[in-house]
């Protein structure tokens, strides 16, 4: 690695539902282990405290660092949006 990247910081990934931004962690392991740990938790949706509200959110999370995943939420929100668009 030269002195030019290390002078150069990360990049700032945030995540942006309903209007409002969060920001996710600079590193990508902890990314993931946040966006498998809320689909693996939003199974147990049945359960109290946890939701199945957790699983599209884990879904997000990983979206940003796997292509697939990234495939099938710009799919869903096409969908989504052609659904909300009133028939011409």
């Known amino acids: 690695m030269s002195s ?11 995540i942006s539902i309903f209007g409002r931004e969060f920001t996710m962690p600079r590193s990508r392991r902890a990314r993931i282990v946040i966006g498998v740990g809320l689909i693996v938790l939003g199974i147990f949706g049945f359960l ?13 999370v990983l979206s940003y660092e796997f292509a697939s995943v ?15 668009r009133p028939d011409r």
């Open 4 to 14: 030019q990247d290390q002078d150069q910081p990360l990049p700032v990934r945030k």
């Open 48 to 60: 109290p405290v946890l939701g199945f509200w957790m699983v599209p959110l884990g879904l997000l």
């Open 70 to 84: 990234r495939r099938w939420r710009r799919r869903f929100a096409v969908w989504w949006e052609r659904r909300r």
